[in-house]
């Protein structure tokens, strides 16, 4: 998800101005990737628990918005320019989002964990203690604070491209620590380790918020615009079609717990 530390953003002084200047494009929502909330499942076709729910509020609130994967930089310069409507966004330590945000949908906590079954096995928590280590990370996942691991040479990592191959990878003992963010590892216990074999321990590393929506407070009359994405969220919740506590789509939800 996208981190906004470092980027300066000037507030237009009227925010509820509608702007005309770009009536003509279409709204877009720049996003990362970032499973299960935000992912390429084929060739320029994405899927996720944040995008369909994103989907489902624009529709609701009849806006036409255009999808856009963007590379965090390029997002970065988009934002900068007061080109994007919406983005998804990952809280970063020392800012207050709503300082340089207008949240339209309320965010979901998520926890960046460790899980191992060897109990000879030390709770690692500093980067630098991960260093001569057999770690697997699943393949293109975002590790937010701790993505420098990744360049530490003297690790040996599995890069697997599912949960599944990263447990087999567990058991086999090609790896000691999986590192992944927890909303991914939803009945992973009972999915995988039913038989009372083995024992999943884990422990967390860092939280932090996600956005599935976000209104940029460079973008001019992007308050009115995020307030009308926020009616349309809320009446979906009272209608029954998005669940108020996990802030997903229903419909996801049944099927997770199937």
């Keep these: ?3 906004l530390a470092a980027v300066s953003i000037s507030v237009p002084a009227n925010q509820t101005e509608v702007n005309s200047a770009k009536s003509t494009k279409p709204i877009e929502q720049h996003f990362l990737i970032f499973p299960p909330y935000w992912e390429q499942v084929g060739e320029n076709i994405f899927s996720g628990l944040h995008y369909r729910l994103a989907k489902k509020i624009y529709q609701h609130a009849n806006i036409d918005v255009r999808f856009v994967n963007t590379p965090y ?6 934002v900068e320019q007061g080109n994007v409507a919406f983005i998804n966004y990952g809280e970063v330590k020392g800012v207050n989002t709503e300082d340089i945000l207008h949240v339209c949908v309320p965010p979901t906590e998520i926890t960046l964990r460790v899980y191992y079954l060897k109990d000879s096995l030390s709770e690692i928590v500093n980067i ?11 393949h293109g996942l975002p590790l937010g604070e701790y993505e420098s691991i990744k360049q530490d040479s003297t690790i040996s990592f599995m890069t697997p491209r599912s949960i599944e191959s990263a447990m087999n990878g567990l058991k086999a003992g090609r790896g000691d620590y999986f590192i992944t963010f927890d909303n991914l590892m939803t009945n992973a216990k009972q999915k995988y380790f039913s038989s009372g074999r083995y024992e999943l321990k ?5 939280s932090l918020l996600g956005y599935p929506i976000v209104t940029p407070k460079s973008y001019k009359g992007g308050k009115a615009l995020c307030e009308r994405i926020k009616a349309s969220y809320y ?17 996801d939800l049944v099927s997770t717990k199937d």
């Design 1 to 3: 998800m996208l981190s």
């Design 73 to 78: 930089q390029r997002m970065q310069f988009q």
């Design 128 to 138: 630098e203690d991960f260093s001569h280590q057999k770690i697997i990370i699943v």
């Design 202 to 206: 884990n422990y967390p590393l860092y």
């Design 235 to 251: 009446q979906l919740v009272k209608q029954g079609i998005v669940d108020g506590e996990q802030k997903v789509l229903v419909s």
